[in-house]
């Protein structure tokens, strides 16, 4: 045989041979084919998988399955409060600022929007043949953990203090972000970090949070129950920490028996990132000798997704006889389940889900959606003497501060990129284009770099001014998930103390020396000692972090656009020495709901522009018996001259009950009413919004005896209205 003939003949195997490969990798698979069902798609797959190949599908980096035509797949997104690390897309507040807006069809709406973008990009991604991190539709959101202490540096994160206004709005993200399609979910959602988890962040690898029954049945689970039985959430991500001793990520009581058996939750359940190596690793847990012995542990609690690389101990522990592939699959039935139902390893053209363009990202909608969350979330807490709103006609303004120009510190944490963020700075200016608007940074926002005769330049270039709108606080450069800041006041994201940092109280001590209108605007993503602003400040308003439309929001509320209405979603307390130790995870002393003392600002707290007056205050019966429904009648008049929203809220006590809670929400509804109209509401209170936790029976029950329903316009007993009601 010629050479040329031999090149000839080795050309033609390697075609053949590549043709062979395209046809095995295109060939039209059972598991491919959408008119079987669910059940028999997921089996065919599983089996045509070897050990290996499952164990790989087991960790949030799967890689390809070439001969099956499957391609990578990296489960980690993010969606905080927009479609996270990921390019381009809109920035909306913080999830406590959402909170804050206590509107939890807002927020429904808001996370619609959210997996729009979400689709959007990952089709892009799709076409692209980009499969890397941040690429896919199953997203690490939402965290609602319960905000127990102020120093938890990932507070932010949560939506607040209470059990049922996290859960409330924790099942509006869910919905949100996995649309209401019977074939297919838009993207899976997250319920994280299950459970008892909420600082310090600099123990968490090593942390065993021991907790009683009730405060675990009270404050710690029931969020996650609502999420899981009222939400359909397809995952639920185990903390780093212990729980009674065992890793959460291997804990047999919280995943077996409390999630599976008694919840029904039959979907998948992901590590949080690192968390297997935190049971045998050193300086974390030390539960478990090696990779192998946590992982296997691990997957028999039920954790079928691991964040990182001890699973790949798994395959020579099948191999040992340690654990069963059968086992594997119990997880992998779970895992593809949920990939099948995103529509994934068959058309797109099956998927309604596909066809929304990209155009959408960071479209105008969701730019003005940004911009009405950012109004809601908005809190007035001081407003004396009519301060605000002010007057546009003003002739010359100071904005200073180390937040008032910064772009970044809105974002938060787990964010995305904008195509532009208005600080508070610019929209000020916007907001007066022919008003002489003078900017001084005047301090950063801890230490104490600045010298007297710094902070007397500050003073002297804006004495001159009419109005002095400081803006400061704190910033997610500063508190945030396990950092490695730690200076005055903070310690590795969390905060060591609630106190605004001195350099800025020393700032606001001087300008308070001008005797000019002064209007305090705070940033943080939790509640801050603001004793001093209290003092010194003739208006405060709590911005949070409000995302890219946070500066507009904020000059809108300054100048009387746009009347505030948002609620503080946790205390502010007076000091640190109101709360128990950091690490003390009962609740006793913690929260409005079981704080004795008198806090700064209570839980459920915030001004208006105008006023509101409750009137008709009445229930649709006296008493009723388990299983039963009970209406709230309340007349609502805006009795001020400008239109506005008020949050009517509802809390209960058990009357019995001398250790729970001293009250408890257990239903809120924000409502528009315009000046000098009244709003008739009817709130309905199910049997299950008089759920307290049964002591002889060891779960949450609804007890007989006499209840104290509360209704008003925060916590504060002040501003309540009592009704006595019997369960019998």
């Known amino acids: 045989m010629s050479k040329r003939m031999k090149r000839s003949f080795l050309l033609l195997c390697f075609l053949l041979n590549v043709c062979f490969l395209l046809a095995q990798t295109n060939r039209q698979y059972p598991f491919k084919d959408p008119s079987l069902s669910l059940e028999e798609r997921i ?39 927009g479609v996270a690390r990921s390019g381009l897309a809109t920035v909306f507040p913080q999830a406590i600022a959402l909170s804050a807006t206590f509107d939890d069809q807002a927020v429904y709406e808001t996370f619609t929007m959210v997996s729009d973008e979400a689709r959007a990009k990952y089709h892009n991604y799709q076409r692209k043949k980009e499969y890397g991190r941040y690429t896919g539709m199953t997203f690490w959101t939402t965290n609602i953990n319960i905000f127990r202490d102020p120093r938890w540096g990932r507070g932010m994160e949560t939506y607040g203090e209470d059990p049922y206004l996290t859960g409330r709005m924790g099942v509006a993200v869910v919905k949100g972000l996995q649309g209401e399609n019977p074939n297919y979910f838009k993207s899976l959602a997250c319920a994280k970090h299950y459970a008892v988890h909420s600082g310090p962040e600099w123990n968490r690898h090593e942390y065993d949070a021991r907790v009683s029954a009730r405060d675990l049945r009270e404050t710690y689970l029931p969020a996650f129950e609502r999420l899981v039985k009222e939400g359909n959430v397809q995952q639920v991500m185990c903390a780093y920490n212990r729980f009674d001793g065992a890793p959460c990520c291997g804990n047999k009581i919280l995943l077996n028996d409390i999630l599976r058996s008694e919840w029904g939750y039959d979907a998948v359940v992901v590590s949080d990132c690192g968390a297997i190596d935190d049971f045998w690793r050193d300086g974390a847990h030390q539960t478990h000798p090696d990779a192998t012995y946590a992982s296997v542990s691990a997957v028999r609690a039920g954790t079928d997704l691991e964040c990182g690389q001890s699973y790949t101990a798994i395959l020579e522990a099948v191999k040992a006889g340690r654990i069963s592939e059968n086992e594997l699959d119990e997880s992998l039935h779970r895992l593809f389940k949920g990939r099948f139902k995103l529509g994934m390893f068959g058309s797109d053209e099956l998927v309604p889900w596909s066809r929304i363009p990209y155009e959408v990202v960071d479209c105008e909608k969701h730019k003005q959606k940004a911009l009405e969350m950012a109004r809601k979330s908005m809190v007035l807490l001081k407003n004396s003497n009519h301060t605000l709103p002010l007057s546009k006609s003003i002739r010359k303004i100071a904005v200073i501060g180390p937040n008032a120009n910064d772009s970044v510190m809105l974002w938060a944490n787990y964010n995305g990129f904008p195509s532009k963020t208005i600080t508070i700075l610019q929209g000020i200016q916007n907001k007066l284009p022919n008003t002489q ?51 005055d006041g903070f310690r590795q994201g969390d905060r060591t103390n609630l106190e605004l940092p001195a350099t800025q109280q020393r700032l606001l001590r001087e300008l308070k020396k001008l005797n000019k209108p002064l209007i305090y605007v705070q940033c943080s993503g939790s509640a801050v000692a603001i004793n001093l602003a209290e003092e010194q400040a003739d208006a405060i308003v709590q911005a949070w972090y409000g995302g890219q439309a946070a500066g507009t929001a904020i000059a809108d509320v300054l100048f009387g656009d746009y009347n505030p209405a948002g609620r503080l979603p946790v205390t502010f307390y007076k000091s640190i020495a109101q709360l128990p130790d950091f690490e003390d995870y009962s609740m006793k002393g913690r929260t409005y709901r079981y704080l004795q003392e008198k ?56 009357k019995a009950d001398k250790d729970g809670p001293v009250k408890t929400l257990r239903a809120f509804r924000r409502v528009n009413v315009k000046a000098g109209s009244t709003s008739d509401l009817c709130i309905s209170l199910p049997s299950e919004a008089f759920e307290w936790y049964n002591e002889a029976k060891q779960r949450m029950d609804v007890l007989p005896g006499k209840y104290v329903i509360y209704v008003g316009s925060s916590s504060a007993e002040k501003n309540l209205t009592q009704l006595s009601f019997l369960i019998h």
Not at 50 to 79: C, F, H
Not at 464 to 487: N, Q
């Open 43 to 81: 089996k065919d797959l599983l089996d045509r998988l070897t050990l290996e190949e499952k164990v790989s599908q087991m960790m949030n980096q799967t890689p390809a399955i070439e001969r099956l035509g499957i391609p990578p797949y990296d489960w980690w997104n993010e969606a905080l409060h």
């Open 437 to 487: 608007v003078i900017y001084e940074k005047g301090c950063e926002l801890v230490g104490d770099s600045v010298s007297k005769a710094g902070f007397d330049e500050t003073v002297q270039n804006v004495k001159d001014a009419d109005v002095l709108i400081f803006a400061g606080g704190i910033s997610p450069s500063l508190e945030g998930e396990e950092m490695s800041v730690k200076v």
């Open 599 to 654: 806090p700064l600002y209570p839980f459920g707290y915030g001004l208006s522009y105008t006023s509101f007056q409750y009137s008709d205050v009445s229930l649709s019966r006296n008493s009723m018996k388990t299983g039963e429904a009970v209406d709230l009648h309340v007349s609502l008049r805006n009795t001020g001259k400008m239109g506005g929203d008020e949050v009517v809220q509802v809390y209960i006590k058990n």
